[in-house]
């Protein structure tokens, strides 16, 4: 017996996921957590060695800069999530050709999406992060870093693209040997380029940029239905290639339709860091490097949601596809508890080590205040726990429009109000501590309130291969 078999009985006793459904999610889930893990740690690794080379203001700078990357990454995700949705129905469903249209107008679109944000990233980089109230030396460091990071913009999106296709078709294996691997390059470059050649903050960019475009060319490869030989790794069974029409007017509209509202609640995700961080930045510099670190950390941690969530929208997009709604709805539920059970423990893990975290990114006059944010990070990744699973499942689905509103009900309407009356009362960071909970709790809830209803199966018919016009 092995030890996904103890996992898997263990699990089943305690009535978190049946037994028989545990190995499809562990087997989809995995390599999407190793992939997480290892994008999220390039990024904390980043923060890291720029806090070591070049220090606090260095800190800072990067903070406000990797707040508009992860604008860029919400877009792509955003996106992406019209395309797993529609290429898993799709392909469960058989219709290998439609899956494969998806697909190429999902690569279309991303490069439409793409190039005025690097457009706007190499123009108007200060005035960019000057908008977040840096501090003159903050401001220097993050302007850099987000010129030296546009061409990375096009790279990321069409990575999303493939990365979301492999595990629309249930092949996470192929995505995680490319962008962990990427992942694992990017830490390279970066530490060469920051220590070895003394870059600081550009060294970070350049080493990002590197390494998402040679992810780019090892995902195109497979794409467009090239074998890897002894690596493992899979060509896509939806390729993209030239032969054939690359624009379906109703698969576009399908896609557009699922995807705008969750590019807003992506985007809801990455927009509010801004105001967070402006008001963050009213408490000093220290107090931004120590918001960043919290969030890096809570980032990391989320890594288990690259996996979760990503097994809910494609196996519950496929049962979908396949017309097999009670067991799409089983597999939904399973994965939720789970989600929340693995979150919990990873919080218990990292709260009574949050003060030796923050001293791998701060100076020891920083630690207790990036110690706290680390804590706090912790305990409010069991929300977005909860909101990954169940979105995802919406997500399988097609039904995007009201976990958008979730998302933004979470951001604006609680954690927003809750960080500004530091501002305004004596709560002061506190407040920041108490937006950290309302942005994960709040819309984690309301989604996993909607899946409860079972709406979103309704929903999924209009997206099913049996729904297109003969």
């Not at 545990?22 to 889930?29: E, I, K, T």
């Not at 279309?108 to 030396?137: D, K, M, Q």
């Not at 999303?160 to 990017?186: C, H, K, Q, W």
């Not at 239905?225 to 290639?241: C, F, K, N």
């Amino acid at each position: 017996m092995t030890a996904a078999d103890l996992v898997a009985g263990a699990l089943d006793r305690l009535g978190i996921i049946d037994a028989g459904r545990f190995r499809p999610v562990l087997d989809l889930a995995w390599p999407r957590i190793v992939t997480g893990f290892a994008i999220m740690s390039k990024q904390t690794a980043d923060l890291a060695m720029v806090g070591i080379a070049v220090g606090t203001t260095g800190t800072a700078g990067l903070a406000f800069a990797l707040a508009y990357w992860e604008v860029v990454t919400m877009l792509g995700l955003g996106l992406a999530g019209g395309t797993v949705s529609l290429v898993s129905q799709n392909y469960g469903g058989g219709e290998n050709e439609r899956a494969s249209l998806v697909v190429k107008g999902s690569c279309l679109i991303a490069i439409a999406f793409a190039l005025p944000v690097v457009a706007a990233f190499i123009a108007f980089a200060e005035p960019l992060i000057g908008l977040l109230g840096a501090s003159p030396a903050s401001l220097r460091h993050g302007s850099v870093y987000l010129v030296l990071v546009a061409p990375a913009v096009l790279f990321e999106l069409l990575n999303l693209i493939a990365s979301r296709t492999y595990t629309g078709v249930g092949d996470p294996f192929t995505e995680m040997m490319a962008r962990g691997g990427g992942a694992i390059l990017n830490v390279v470059l970066s530490a060469v380029l920051i220590f070895g050649l003394g870059l600081g903050v550009a060294g970070a960019a350049i080493g990002t940029t590197i390494a998402t475009g040679v992810v780019t060319l090892v995902l195109a490869w497979g794409m467009v239905g090239r074998g890897y030989g002894r690596l493992g790794m899979a060509p896509s069974p939806v390729p993209v290639t030239l032969a054939g029409p690359w624009f379906d007017p109703s698969l576009v509209r399908q896609l557009m339709e699922i995807s705008l509202p969750e590019i807003g609640r992506r985007l809801a995700e990455g927009v509010v860091v801004f105001p967070l961080l402006w008001i963050a930045a009213s408490f000093g510099p220290v107090i931004v490097a120590a918001f960043e670190v919290g969030r890096r950390v809570r980032s990391l941690i989320n890594g288990v949601n690259w996996g979760l969530s990503l097994a809910s929208s494609s196996l519950v997009g496929q049962y979908l596809g396949a017309g097999e709604e009670e067991e799409a709805g089983a597999y939904g539920a399973a994965i939720i508890r789970l989600a929340t059970v693995a979150y919990v423990g990873l919080a218990a893990l990292v709260v009574p080590l949050a003060t030796p975290i923050a001293g791998l990114f701060v100076g020891s006059d920083e630690v207790a205040r990036a110690a706290t944010f680390v804590a706090v990070g912790a305990v409010s990744s069991i929300g977005f726990g909860i909101d990954g699973a169940a979105a995802g499942a919406l997500l399988g689905a097609g039904d995007t429009r009201w976990p958008f509103v979730a998302s933004l009900l979470g951001r604006y309407a609680f954690a927003l109000p809750a960080a500004t009356l530091g501002l305004i009362t004596p709560l002061g960071v506190g407040g920041l501590y108490l937006a950290f909970l309302l942005e994960t709790y709040v819309p984690g809830g309301i989604n996993y309130w909607l899946f409860r209803t079972g709406r979103w199966k309704a929903v999924s018919r209009r997206y099913r291969p049996s729904s297109a016009p003969d």
